[in-house]
């Protein structure tokens, strides 16, 4: 599925679902009008009685009192706050005062008030079916075509969903949306935390000490509280591969590396301050998810997958098949990478079998030897020690001619003397990503996306965005997070107001 046409169907799914919702809101303000007039039915002869009652009363019958406390209670419970409701609970309460004379002139025109209200009612039942039944069309129209992409997006992934899913671990089909709900409290935790510490160190000058002190300290506790619900239920919450590739429907990114990296990737870094909750992997997961759902093979016996790319698991001892089978489904290869001789194995098999264009290479820091052994695999030396970045993590990105000459993009720090146009992208990026939460303006990601999406575009492959995608880790989960704690929110609402409708009456 091409990028515009995936677009062009999250468009129609995000706009049927939201009119789908309003449709049943007002479906169901409309049988809640439904039943109001039908508890109003009775209120001609609910009048009646009250009138006669009161006026039994006046002529001094103790006996009607109860009568017209009944009929008040009825009026109170069962019809809509109007002229029939008003009067009739007036004129209780001037019989309670012994203002019985003036408790008959209130219901004088009583009857005429009840057949207004009905009028009332009916018009607006009239009314909130026409305007429920208006949303209704045009919810199912898109339903159609809503379903059709959706069944279009995941049969051009078919194949390798096939392939991923018999390697898929079986879970339980209540595990991933309870500790989404989960997840949910723990980023809004999170980005309460968050605001209230920013809001202290940005406005603390201006506060009564107290006030300061509440906010920094609440924010600091909501922080820690939301960091340790999000640790402990995101994992649990995870895609798998075959999860990812059905939600997304464009075909993969498949990542290689040495299950000895793990460690490494699954490293915060302090750089990015308080709200650093997002690994190595995962930034660099958010960068390649511009071209494609990124899936990798999970270390055997994890208890949880890591966070980063959606996992699935291959057998220790037959591996190779799926390996060979998923690199020729992917649309691109990035393999980091190491020392182990399985990689090597991958590196030229990727060599041998896919086109010079698929395949990326992330080069680790601190390993003279795999320069060494990488131009043992190429037809050119490709004098990666002498190109290697500074990046702590990824010394460079390297891709291929093809005829498989190598191109070595260097990762590291970026110079700040750019264009003039440069700078004023770079303080206006600054200047958001400060106001979207209290990090630093680079993350550890941001140069080796950077180096990344020049590399890709040198080869043919251009994404504008992979870069910020990587940088705007933290605001974009935060912005999951909000969307998932509203989306629960009107969920909340709408299941409140259909036990309305269902209430007993």
């Known amino acids: 599925m091409s990028s515009r046409l995936r677009a062009l169907a999250r468009l129609i799914t995000a706009v049927a679902i939201v009119t789908a919702y309003v449709a049943l809101h007002l479906a169901i ?12 039915r009775d209120a001609p002869e609910r009048a009646a009685a009250f009138t006669a009652a009161l006026d039994r009363y006046a002529a001094g019958d103790v006996f009607a009192r109860p009568e017209i406390r009944a009929g008040d209670t009825w009026f109170k419970e ?32 009583l009857a005429s008030d009840v057949e207004r209200d009905r009028a009332r009612l009916d018009r607006k039942l009239g009314s909130s079916r026409a305007t429920a039944l208006y949303w209704t069309v045009p919810a199912a129209l898109l339903l159609g ?52 510490i920013s809001t202290a160190q940005r406005q603390g000058y201006k506060m009564p000490p107290m006030v300061f002190m509440l906010l920094l300290v609440g924010g600091l506790a909501a922080l820690g509280v939301g960091v340790l619900i999000l640790r402990y239920t995101r994992p649990r919450s995870a895609r798998g591969a075959a999860q990812a590739l059905l939600a997304d429907g464009r075909q993969p990114v498949l990542y290689l590396r040495s299950f000895a990296d793990d460690d490494t990737a699954a490293q915060v870094d302090d750089s990015m301050a308080y709200a650093g ?13 511009t071209v494609g759902p990124v899936i990798t093979v999970g270390r055997p016996g994890e208890p949880l997958p890591q966070l980063g790319a959606a996992r699935f698991y291959l057998p220790l001892d037959n591996w190779q098949p799926a390996v060979l089978r998923l690199m020729e489904l992917s649309q691109l290869i990035v393999l980091r990478l190491g020392l182990g001789d399985g990689l090597w194995w991958e590196v030229q098999q990727a060599r041998a079998t896919q086109p010079a264009r698929k395949l990326v290479l992330l080069a680790p820091s601190g390993l003279p030897r795999v320069a060494e052994r990488l131009d043992e695999h190429l037809p050119t030396p490709s004098q990666l020690n ?10 460079a990105v390297i891709t291929f001619a ?37 990090t630093n303006f680079v993350s550890p990601a941001y140069h080796l996306a950077r180096a990344m999406k020049a590399a890709l575009a040198s080869a043919g492959l251009r994404r504008r965005t992979m870069a910020w995608r990587a940088n705007l880790a933290v605001q974009t989960s935060l912005g999951k997070g909000s969307a998932l704690v509203t989306a629960l929110a009107l969920l909340a609402f709408l299941v409140f107001r259909a036990l309305e409708l269902f209430a007993p009456r």
């Open 145 to 196: 075509p809503a379903l059709r992409l959706r069944r279009r997006r995941r049969s051009g992934a078919a194949e390798i969903i096939s392939v991923v899913s018999r390697f898929a671990p079986r879970q339980p089909w209540w595990r991933r949306p309870v500790f989404l709900l989960a997840s949910g409290a723990g980023y809004a935790l999170f980005a309460g935390g968050v605001f209230a």
């Open 29 to 40: 303000s409309a049988g809640l009008h439904l039943r109001a007039c039908d508890r109003f």
């Open 78 to 109: 069962n019809a809509p706050s109007g002229a029939s409701r008003s009067a009739v609970s007036s004129a209780t309460g001037d019989v309670e005062k012994g203002r019985v004379s003036l408790a008959r002139e209130r219901v004088a025109g």
């Open 402 to 438: 093809p005829d498989w000459m190598p191109h070595v993009h260097p990762v590291g720090p970026v110079p700040s003397a750019k264009t003039s146009r440069g700078s004023l992208v770079r303080r206006g990026f600054r200047a958001m990503t400060a106001a979207l939460g209290p």
């Open 277 to 289: 909750i997002h690994s190595r992997e995962e930034q660099l997961a958010g960068a390649l998810s």
């Open 386 to 395: 002498k190109m290697a970045g500074s990046d702590p993590w990824t010394a």
